[in-house]
């Protein structure tokens, strides 16, 4: 952790930032992953999503949230004029996870994993530098507020690494659950809302 910590802090922009991730060798799900997954959407984006970890087909194509939880995400987000590809800062968005590398079977990363790529997470918050962050599920959660409990957390303004922090349902969680999607729509217009100043 403490090599974790020493390598973020030297990354003086984002291109370092991954290339320190690539080179940290003492987490085990890099070995298992056929990519490093680090972001999508456009760094300077006034929000920045935090998801879990990479499934299948974001360790394939190497970017976060290109499944079927991304396919929702991305019209979650659209509802609301926002997305990965929008070239205006105020509608864009940048995307990266707490895990770089897709854990075997998509088992749930270990507490120790988190904690080892933490560093990595907080340096690369800083570095794209966004007015709001939106913690997607339980896991992004966990790491970044050591809480769980989506449930009560979710739609409840929280402050990570300084900054203003929305937990939400995870888009996995709500195609399992689709009746949930009515508080995702709601906790979409409160960072509608908190983006246009209200
Ligand atoms: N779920 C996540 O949390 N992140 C991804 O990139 C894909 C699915």
Avoid at 41 to 69: H, S, Y
Avoid at 81 to 103: C, F, H, Q, S
Avoid at 142 to 147: E, F, M, N, S, V
Wanted: include cysteine; charged fraction near 25%.
């Amino acid at each position: 952790m403490a090599e974790a910590r020493a390598l973020a802090a030297a990354a003086p922009d984002l291109a370092a930032l991954r290339e320190a991730m690539a080179g940290y060798s003492h987490c085990e799900l890099k070995k298992g992953a056929r990519n490093l997954v680090f972001a999508d959407g456009q760094p300077g984006a006034r929000v920045m999503i935090v998801g879990e970890a990479p499934g299948r087909e974001e360790d394939q194509r190497g970017l976060p949230f290109v499944g079927r939880a991304g396919r929702l995400l991305d019209l979650m987000f659209g509802a609301i004029g926002m997305g990965r590809a929008a070239p205006d800062v105020e509608k864009a968005l940048y995307i990266t996870n707490i895990l770089p590398w897709r854990p075997p079977q998509n088992r749930d990363p270990s507490p120790e994993e988190i904690a080892m790529m933490l560093p990595f997470v907080e340096r690369h918050v800083a570095l794209a530098d966004p007015d709001f962050l939106v913690l997607m599920g339980n896991i992004s959660c966990q790491a970044l507020l050591g809480r769980k409990g989506i449930t009560r957390l979710r739609g409840n303004w929280q402050t990570v690494f300084g900054r203003p922090a929305l937990p939400m349902f995870h888009p996995a969680f709500l195609l399992r659950n689709p009746p949930c999607k009515r508080e995702s729509w709601s906790d979409l217009l409160l960072l509608q809302s908190r983006l246009e100043g209200k």
